[in-house]
């Protein structure tokens, strides 16, 4: 199993910045895929950014070029950066972590981002 927590969120201006955090209970470089989700308001969760064991990454095409997706293996912690803010990125952002292909998925409480002039 996984504990995942996440930090970070917060109210910020359009074309503001934030990190997120999400510190895993475990190794994160033995998960097989770490990932960012988001959900706003009647809306369904989507994926935002991943990062694979092996370092590899991905991101949705919306936040391509603004939002960057790390991890620290000492802390094992996984960051998303997010830049370049705007309204619509207002949404709970959430920490995932699916241990090997195709296993459980273990999720974070999640934490909110506001975007608001």
């Known amino acids: 199993q996984v504990q995942l927590v996440e930090s970070g969120g917060g109210s910020v201006q359009p074309g503001g910045s934030l990190r997120l955090s999400c510190e895993a209970s475990?190794?994160?470089?033995?998960?097989?895929?770490m990932g960012w989700y988001r959900q706003a308001p009647g809306k369904q969760r989507e994926l935002v950014a991943d990062?694979?064991?092996?370092?590899?990454?991905k991101y949705a095409d919306s936040v391509k070029g603004r939002f960057t997706i790390s991890r620290d293996k000492r802390k094992n912690t996984v960051y998303l950066q997010i830049s370049s803010l705007k309204p619509e990125d207002t949404a709970v952002y959430y920490c995932?972590?699916?241990?090997?292909?195709?296993?459980?998925?273990?999720w974070g409480q999640g934490t909110q981002v506001t975007v608001s002039s």
């Open positions: 995932k972590a699916e241990e090997l292909p195709g296993s459980n998925d273990y």
């Open positions: 475990r190794n994160i470089f033995s998960i097989y895929v």
């Open positions: 990062i694979t064991s092996g370092g590899s990454t």
